[in-house]
């Protein structure tokens, strides 16, 4: 999925460009899973190189995937959610995260040591029916957003997902000032221009709509002035919750 800011801007905004977690482990040693979107915080997990996801806290439980270290567009650090917490019969930690791409909403299993813990204080929640976008931090609503929203035949998809990466875009590409790429892709379009049919959060630039109305390929289009604001505000992990 490399992709290059022109691309994002093209293969997401006119196709598809686009849960708070625990720290620690239950007593039985069980998952501690995802809380809901509105959480005070969420715990991050950024990856120190590249890192092999696995099915289930074992390293000889089948891989879910490999995530690389850096993101394609932005080249910034892979920021994953952390939605879950165990540790296994030798007492070695590892963490459940929100990984990226297909299937949306997927999670896998990655060895606590090959990461650095953070905590992020933002979270989005995004209701399709309402068509409203809104900002938490801290667990307060600090920001509503009247969006722009898939139509019926290129649906934005539902589920738990998170900002890949926040990408500037010039004055002259879709969406600009920024797009928020999302770890969610298109349910109805499998590709576009070469790219994976990510989701984003972007711009009304050079592209139109009107806020409230459901047209768009997939993506979530938002006034310049909002996307302007949460292109400064939101980063790398933040999770984002999409309802129906």
Known sequence: MNLSRSRIACGLAAVAVLAAAATAATAAGAPVRAQTAAAASQQLAVLNHDTEAFLKPSRTSGSAGEVNEVRPITGERTVLPVVGAVADAHGERWLDVLLPGRPNSHTGWIEENVVTLTVTDWQITISL??????????????????????????????????????????????????ALALSARSTALAQFDGGPGQVALH???????????????????????????LGLHISSGVPVTITG
């Not at 667990?139 to 019926?152: D, I, M, Q, S, Y």
């Open 129 to 178: 029916a309402a068509r409203k976008v809104t900002v938490y931090e801290k667990g307060r609503v600090v920001r509503t957003f009247l969006a722009v929203v898939g139509k019926p035949t290129t649906p934005t998809p539902t589920g738990h997902f998170f900002v890949e990466e926040t990408v500037p875009l010039s004055s002259q590409i879709p969406g600009t000032p920024f």
């Open 203 to 229: 711009g009304l630039a050079n592209i139109g709509g009107t806020p409230g109305t459901a047209v768009s390929h997939g993506c979530v289009r938002l006034e310049t002035a909002d996307i302007a604001w």
